[in-house]
């Protein structure tokens, strides 16, 4: 008896696509939609540009392309960012460490010395805090697109 598609185990339908098994039947995933645009400038703007742009090894696309990104509001990871978002990490890393002494000699002592840990404990708040107001400036994406747009507008005067 010869079987029919609907009987057919899902496994028995994947076929091998570049190096992967995928299931030919599954949901595709939307398309990427890229748009291409141009824009007028003088011969003047444009040395300009690529010569700015040759100093720091950048292409025009990419550019242009930050520039927009950033007045949008899209976070680019640039040094500055990605340093703080390092530091941050490195801060939390030595609050989960001091957290987890703090337990241990608890544990160890069962009398933990609660005149320590209510000083470790504010220390741990004002870091925590601190900790918090850096990542909010980082992902704040109303300051960001005010920060694009103003420079956008600084520009345009210029």
């Known amino acids: 008896m010869a079987s029919t598609d609907s009987?057919?185990?899902d496994w028995k339908k994947r076929v091998m696509k570049s190096g992967d098994w995928?299931?030919?039947?599954?949901?595709?995933?939307p398309k990427r939609e890229d748009k291409v645009f141009s824009i007028r400038a003088t011969k003047a703007e444009v040395e300009e540009f690529d010569e700015q742009l040759a100093?720091?090894?950048m292409k025009r696309s990419q550019a242009l392309r930050i520039a927009m990104r950033r007045i949008a509001g899209f976070v680019e990871v640039d040094a500055d960012v990605t340093t703080e978002l390092?530091?941050?990490?490195?801060?939390i890393s030595g609050i989960?460490?001091?957290?987890?002494?703090?337990?241990?000699?608890a544990n160890?002592?069962?009398?933990?010395?609660?005149?320590?840990?209510?000083?470790?404990?504010?220390?741990?708040?004002?870091?925590l805090s601190r900790i918090e107001a850096q990542m909010q400036r980082i992902l704040n994406?109303?300051?960001?697109?005010?920060?694009?747009?103003?420079?956008l507008a600084k520009a345009a005067v210029e």
């Open 108 to 127: 160890r002592t069962h009398d933990p010395d609660y005149i320590g840990f209510m000083e470790e404990r504010r220390a741990l708040g004002r870091e």
């Open 22 to 29: 995928v299931d030919p039947d599954a949901p595709k995933s």
């Open 96 to 105: 989960a460490k001091n957290v987890n002494q703090i337990a241990r000699a």
């Open 141 to 151: 994406l109303a300051a960001r697109r005010d920060d694009g747009l103003a420079r």
């Open 55 to 57: 100093q720091i090894g």
């Open 86 to 91: 390092r530091e941050a990490t490195k801060q």
């Open 7 to 9: 009987e057919t185990p």
